[in-house]
Every structure is written in structure tokens, then in C-alpha cells.
């Protein structure tokens, strides 16, 4: 049993059972001042303020706070960060003005990470992968989601699921893992034998990972396509969708027909997807490293959250549109860029987040019996802060 107690500002606060929040609740959380939370057998046992703080823990298992902010752990439910070497060639070619679109008509993108993958060894991918796993936890990530899909082959695909689930077996953060064999065509492979090799892979991929995504969108993978793949992986996989990065696809739509967890990117977005998201289990999922790193638009979450909805944030860390795991950076973008208050961009990398990787009931906000995955900042810190002064070091501890 351990006490944390001199909690300047405990925020995150949510009743039990409450899984994510939607509309006017995404801008509200409850926080408490001056404050204690105790921690048993890894979860949240008790909180409340000092007052009625109970005695003191032995010497050494008690832990004063001084007055720094405690707060769930970030949520990360959409990473790509098992891959090979560098892209930073690409780099220069965004620096030099060719799109995202030209630099994979060029062979590059997807498939020079493809490439690189399947040159290295299991062990060495595992290596160079958990190395960002570790830099994410150091900055506040407590759970995050990893996809396939730099395979584009059986045998590289299956390779990726399995060092993902190495990570999830190394690390104390939650891990959730997806695959993702319809991220591009591999190459040697027509687009009709790569959509059904994907589909005939389902089964093995099964065995490893939780999720099935598909890249539903324009120069990639068709809603006719997306529809035949998530048939397939049904009762097998839960479905995450990527859709709307590039052009307004369909993919929201064939997502929430197959009741994905989540639809994700909606850079680009028009009443449509948002009427067919209404009353849905599915977690719109937007990606502001991509809009940054890419130039795009960003999603308009302001009005998802005013038609009702929720919105999540996630980092989409990888090497060719978002080379950053950093979630608080994610949050900072939420409030800077798309005009979420610093309380609606909290919630949409904690529990929204986590509510997308269906990871909500253990983690994501300050309640009795969920997992103790916290941030204790030093002193002085409050969420408009966090977001305001985004590039300031301000984690004391992160607590798994």
C-alpha cells in the first residue's frame, strides 16, 4: 500500500463506469485541491483532500507530493512505432515540396519502411521499437496501441505482431496491438492477391493481435475493399479504421457499419461523417503530428464535440508523418491549433484515448479500482499550463 499525499491539484476525477464523454462532458473533469490518493496492489484504492487524509504510511512507502499535480497517465491508441531505420530521406523530399502522395508514388513511404523491415532481424526490430516505447513512457504514456503493417508480407507481418507482443511483455505500460496488413500493396503482389493475402492472413494474426485495421482511403484500399477485409476478420478481430487522411473516403462510414472501436486521421471531414457517427460505439481518433509534420488540415474536432460527440487525440508516431510519441506535444496541438480547451484536449489523450484501444475501464481517469498510471508533475502545474508551456519539463514521476 502506498499514500501520495500533498497533492496540490488532483484532475482526471471520474465516477465509475463513466468509459468516455461525449459533447458539453468532454469539457468538464473533476479535480480536486489539496489532495491525497492511495494506491493498493497497483490501482487506485482511495482520494480525497487532505483533511481527511489517513495517517501517514511507514517511512519510505508514503510519498509527499509538495504540492505538484497529479494526473492520469496519457493514453496513446494509435502508434506505428515497430519499424526500421530512418525516413529522414523523405524529410528532405517534404522540405524540397513533394507531397505525401508523390513521395509514395515514387516508391517511397509505406514501402521504403516495407523494405527496411524486412532486411533486419526480429531481435534487432525489437531492439530499435522498444527503445521509442521507453522514450513514450518517459513522457508520460501509460498505455498505447501498436499497429503492423511496414510488412506488407506474411512473413514481415507476423514478424511485427510478434515483437509487439514482446513489448507488451517487457514494459509495466499497457500495450494493445493491431494488425494492419492493409496499410499499402507489397510490393510483387497485384492489389486483388494483396487484399485477399490479407485476408488469408487473419487467422495467424488473430493469434497475436487484438485489433484489425484497414487504410480506407484515396490510392490505397477501397470501402469495397475495407468491407471484404472487416467481414472476413468478423468475431476474429475488432475493427480500427484508417480514413480521411488524404480525401473524404468512405471509411468512416464502412467503420461504423462494422462497429469499429475507433475511426481514425479525419483530417478531412464533411457533415456526413459526422451524422454517420452519432449514436455509435466508435471513437472519432484524430491525429494532429500528421496535420504538423504533413501540412494537412487538422481535424475539426470542435464540431464533432458540438454535434455531441467525443473525440480522442493520439500520436500517430511513425517515421514518415509523425516521428513523435510525445502526447503532451498531442495535447498542446489540441488547444493551439484546433481550439479545444485545455480540459476537452486532457480528456481526448486520456480517457477517450484509452476508450479507443478499449482500454477505459482500467485506465484514463483518477477512479476507485482502476490502474495507479499516473503523472505527478512538480509544483505549480494545472492542465491550462500543460498545454501552454509545451515544450517546459514538468513530470516529477511517472507512477506504473
Not at 484532475?11 to 465509475?16: D, F, K, M, N, R
Not at 515497430?82 to 523530399?93: K, M, P, Q, T, W
Not at 478531412?268 to 496535420?291: F, N, Q, V, W
Request: net charge negative.
Amino acid at each position: 500500500m502506498s499514500l501520495i499525499y500533498n497533492i496540490g491539484r488532483l484532475v482526471g476525477i471520474q465516477p465509475e463506469g463513466v468509459l468516455r464523454v461525449q459533447g458539453d462532458a468532454q469539457g468538464q473533469t473533476g479535480v480536486l485541491e489539496n489532495a491525497w490518493l492511495r494506491i493498493e496492489d497497483g490501482r487506485i484504492a482511495g482520494f480525497g483532500p487532505m483533511s481527511s487524509c489517513p495517517e501517514r504510511c511507514p517511512i519510505g512507502v508514503g510519498h509527499d507530493a509538495q504540492g505538484g499535480m497529479l494526473m492520469p497517465g496519457f493514453c496513446d491508441s494509435h502508434t506505428h512505432v515497430v519499424y526500421a531505420g530512418s525516413r529522414d530521406g523523405e524529410f528532405l523530399d517534404k522540405i524540397n515540396g513533394l507531397s505525401y502522395e508523390e513521395i509514395a508514388a515514387r516508391g517511397g513511404g509505406i514501402l521504403n519502411s516495407a523494405d527496411y523491415l524486412q532486411q533486419i532481424s526480429e531481435a534487432e526490430l525489437y531492439n530499435q521499437s522498444i527503445s521509442r516505447v521507453r522514450e513514450m513512457m518517459d513522457k508520460g504514456t501509460v498505455a498505447l496501441e501498436i499497429k503492423s503493417g511496414y510488412g506488407l508480407s506474411p512473413k514481415a507481418e507476423l514478424k511485427m505482431l510478434r515483437v509487439i507482443r514482446r513489448i507488451a511483455e517487457s514494459v509495466p505500460a499497457a500495450v494493445r496491438s493491431t494488425y494492419l496488413g492493409a496499410h499499402a500493396v507489397g510490393r510483387g503482389y497485384t492489389h486483388e492477391e494483396y487484399v485477399q493475402m490479407v485476408i488469408d492472413l487473419i487467422p495467424e494474426a488473430a493469434e497475436l493481435a487484438d485489433f484489425i485495421d484497414v487504410f480506407c482511403d484515396e490510392g490505397f484500399f477501397t470501402v469495397e475493399d475495407t468491407d471484404r477485409i472487416l467481414t472476413a476478420a468478423k468475431g476474429k478481430l475488432i475493427p480500427k479504421i484508417h480514413a480521411n487522411e488524404l480525401a473524404v473516403s468512405g471509411g468512416v462510414q464502412v467503420g461504423v457499419k462494422h462497429g469499429a472501436l475507433s475511426v481514425d486521421h479525419l483530417e478531412r471531414t464533411t457533415d456526413a461523417e459526422i451524422d454517420a457517427l452519432k449514436g455509435s460505439p466508435t471513437m472519432p481518433t484524430m491525429l494532429p503530428g500528421s496535420s504538423f509534420f504533413l501540412g494537412l488540415p487538422y481535424g475539426r474536432a470542435k464540431d464533432y464535440i458540438k454535434a455531441g460527440l467525443g473525440v480522442a487525440l493520439a500520436s500517430d508516431y511513425n517515421p514518415g508523418s509523425s516521428p513523435s510519441g510525445d502526447m503532451r506535444f498531442v495535447m498542446a496541438q489540441g488547444c493551439i491549433k484546433m481550439r479545444l480547451t485545455p480540459v476537452e484536449a486532457f480528456n481526448a489523450v486520456t480517457l477517450n484515448s484509452a476508450y479507443a484501444m478499449g482500454l477505459s475501464r482500467e485506465y484514463g481517469s483518477i477512479t476507485v479500482g482502476k490502474k495507479a498510471a499516473l503523472i505527478l508533475t512538480e509544483p505549480g502545474w494545472d492542465l491550462t499550463k500543460l498545454a501552454y508551456q509545451y515544450q517546459t519539463p514538468f513530470i516529477r514521476q511517472v507512477i506504473l
